[in-house]
């Protein structure tokens, strides 16, 4: 499969074109006689004799373009061969439209992770405290490091706590951020009154942004 743009050197451009945008059979029984395309950069080169330019359809949806030729024979294209290479072209659009969605799946799916990959390291390594919760029932998730330094908790006893339970912050602040969330799906630089483990207060500016991790709004 080579991954390169259509030019002169790999086929005659106007045939390709023309069956591109009018989705049109092109034969030419003997390209070496005078016809439309005579004076194509690519026939005038290489001289083939027949040529056949067959648009793979599906549903009227374009989706490729087959061209064959040969070089030492004209008439090389019988209708039998035709009609045979017609039922295969309705086949071929149908396989090669489901490689283009499965190959655009692949891409997605790729992006995607490389972006979650990307996310983790500037969750886990960020020099913030960071933590991520469940909209919907308000308990933890994850958090970095620091998050769980600043705060004076293991992991283990941290992840799927509410901020209440832990003592962290009382209902009212928890409240209000998620009435922020749920009216803007952010806010920045907010300040709130929090507690750590030990119960020592402390005055943070906080960020909140939603995000969708693993299908959850958190």
């Known amino acids: 499969v080579r991954n390169a743009p259509v030019t002169s050197k790999y086929l005659p451009e106007a045939i390709f074109h023309f069956a591109l945008r009018t989705q049109e059979r092109v034969l ?12 194509d950069e690519y026939i005038l080169r290489i001289h083939p004799r027949s040529i056949l330019c067959l648009p ?6 374009r989706v490729a373009v087959l061209y064959l030729e040969n070089n030492l024979t004209s008439g090389a294209f019988t209708p ?18 489901n490689a ?34 469940r909209i919907k029932d308000h ?19 941290f992840i799927g706590h509410t901020a ?3 003592g962290i912050a009382d209902e009212e602040a928890v409240e209000t951020a998620m009435k922020m969330i749920s009216e803007k799906g952010f806010f920045h630089d907010i300040e709130f009154q929090a507690k750590t ?8 500016l906080v960020s909140i942004e ?5 299908g959850e709004n958190c």
Request: proline share 5%; aromatic share 8%.
């Open 56 to 61: 793979l359809v599906k549903q009227t949806k």
């Open 210 to 214: 939603s995000i969708e991790l693993d």
């Open 80 to 97: 039998d061969r035709i009609a045979v290479l017609d039922v295969l072209a309705t086949q071929a659009a149908i396989s090669l439209e």
């Open 164 to 166: 209440i339970e832990l």
């Open 28 to 39: 030419l029984d003997d390209a070496s006689s005078p016809n439309p395309y005579s004076g």
């Open 100 to 133: 283009l969605l499965y190959d655009s799946l692949q891409r997605e799916n790729a992006a995607r992770k490389r972006a979650e990959e990307r996310f983790s390291k500037a969750f886990h390594e960020g020099p913030s405290p960071m933590a991520i919760s």
């Open 139 to 157: 308990t933890f998730v994850d958090a970095n490091e620091k998050f769980l330094e600043t705060f004076g908790f293991a992991r283990e006893e």
């Open 197 to 204: 483990k030990s119960g020592t207060p402390r005055t943070l």
